[in-house]
């Protein structure tokens, strides 16, 4: 039976966990439809997610319906965990976009369905929560026409709007043809010379609802079950499912992965092509290249292609036991067990096809973000990174090396959190969305490992860009160089957005694979901290020069490291090079700021405006709906908490705020904010090759 990889996104509170049940029972997969105030649902499996009645991890569940089997992801809603909704995108056929009738449209529906359309994935409307008091529909449509910007094609309607007879009643109205007439020449034709039948509009629907052209809009009722036999039909008429050759080369990616009782890592992975067996070797990871020239690493369209020595400088495989590395940095391990979701479990199989979202056992190594069999593209951010940052603190008897680990152990599930280690102070700090992902983190380090923490304050984590070009050299044997390697690099400012690019202008061939794939990795790691200590990003680095010493051996005797180029030369050269090439170049600070929608009574704008303007809040456009004022505009990430926290006592309880992460701006006022490195601190020579190599350069 065909599959269908099928997403349920929402606003937090909107019902969306509450729908997936739904489904689950009205499939016939449960007998009983699970609660989320009763903490007894499929997908929210968690105690903490029970307890707070929210989804916090992404959950796969499988039911079939007449003609397609469906493996439904449930994702979070509330905007501190976003990067799990961002890793599921990617493993997508098809999502369901879930509308509160009564909150509406959201600041997360908004990021949602911008993120959908720019992935072209087809998505469907539900419109929820028609029975609860305050439900709007047509109201509703015009809100979504307008502030999600996107073509919508209404099902039906809704009768007994905030009442438990709510239904749903289906038929397409005038507007469907309108918005598919937008896209099909041939079906406007149609209409103006006659008509247009019911079938060739249906078959209008569904293709450019494959296409991600138009949503189709459904209303009902997760609680009831108003409307969602309608929408199971939608999902089985209206997406597509999935594709992929099972007999091909394997292609999968990791979307997930989580640690099993004994402590072993379980990858969910979407197989796109080949089949995955048990006992399977496979090479997996991010396959990055490195670019010459805007040439693969080997520059001859070859791939990547070093001295055959694989990546450490003696000739060794970079792991024992069952895994090993490849030149690229990818690992390669054996599958130990797979199961697949059916029907609500997840029996164990022998092989998983094209298609199929499978549990993978035996990858030790796996990372979320990784490639199964054929290398694929990195990771693509869809949402913001994290903005902000806060500092750890250990309990009353917790032990330092334990939360290390445990933290650790969190940042495999969501690479996000990005763990900062400070050796110097003693302190670990983790990156956030929020301040419920944080007390998150303190009830998980608590339930599941025994520890107790608090934080410090939080803090907002900005981002540093070169402002021009810079170049420096380091070469081999020549001082005030300690290390046996030639690297010279250039930094260049790249478009916002563009990330960090490695490029050469050295020939290939000129020293060992091992060694360029030294130096990247090094320049990517020291950018984590640029002259202020914030990541820098948008630029584009280029190796200039590059040079090693040859293996050196006596006779009756072994391979001379102190005569002899290792990576650890490069490793150690590399930091000292890049940083005096961005102090040529020089680098600004940026700090995150916020999109934000703030509706309140008209008569309270006079107490709000001083406000804004003393947090740095921007008003760009005045509105006005009904009684009510509407200002949008931007502030800094690092004033939003605050001005949550007043908005109340400003508008008597009647404002409503809307924020989300829109861009980076440079900080031209006061001083520059400096982070604490936690590195050897290239910036510093003597300090450095003391921390380093023990020997201070003249």
Sequence with gaps: ??????????????????????????????????????????????????????????AVVSFPLDSVTVNLIDTPGHPDFIAEVERVLGVLDGAVLVVSAVEGVQAQTRVLMRTLRRLRIPTLVFVNKIDRRGARDQALLHEMARRLAVPLVPMGTAAGLGTRAARFVPGLGPTALDALADHDDDLLAAYVNGGVSRRRLRAALAGQTREALVHPVYFGSAITGAGVTELMSGIEQLLPTADGDPDGPLSGTVFKVERGPAGEKIAYARIFTGTLRV???????????VSGSGRGLSGDGRGVRGDGRGVFDDGRGAFGGGRRAFEDGREEGRVTALTVFDQGADPRQDSVAAGRIAKVWGLGGIRIGDALGLPGKAPEHHFAPPTLETVVVPGPGTDRRSLHLALTQLAEQDP?????????????????????????????????????VTFRETTTLCIERPVGSGRAVEFNKKDPNPFLATVGLRVDPAPTGAGVEFRLEVELGSMPYAFFKAVEDTVRETLGQGLHGWQVTDCTVTMTHSGYSPRQSHAHQGFDKSMSSTGYDFRGVTPLVLVEALRRAGTLVYEPMHRFRLEAPADTLGALLPVLARLGAVPETTGTHGQACVLEGAVPAARVHELEQRLPGLTRGEGELETAFDHYAPITRGPVPERPRTDHNPLNRKEYLLNVTRRVGD
Aim: aromatic share 2%; charged share 30%.
């Design 1 to 58: 039976m065909p599959l269908l990889n099928l997403g349920i996104l929402a606003h937090v509170d909107a019902g969306k966990t509450s729908l997936t049940e739904r489904l689950l029972h009205s499939a016939g997969v449960t007998d009983e439809i699970g609660s989320v105030d009763a903490g007894s649902t499929r997908t929210d499996t968690l105690a903490l997610e029970r307890q707070r009645g929210i989804t916090i991890k992404s």
């Design 279 to 289: 006992r399977d070797r496979v090479p997996f990871g991010d396959g990055r290249e």
């Design 416 to 452: 996000l959190i990005g763990v900062r280690h400070d050796e110097l102070r003693g302190e670990t700090s983790v990156s956030l969305y929020g301040e419920v992902q944080k007390e998150v983190v303190q009830a998980t380090l608590a339930d599941e490992y025994g520890l107790d």
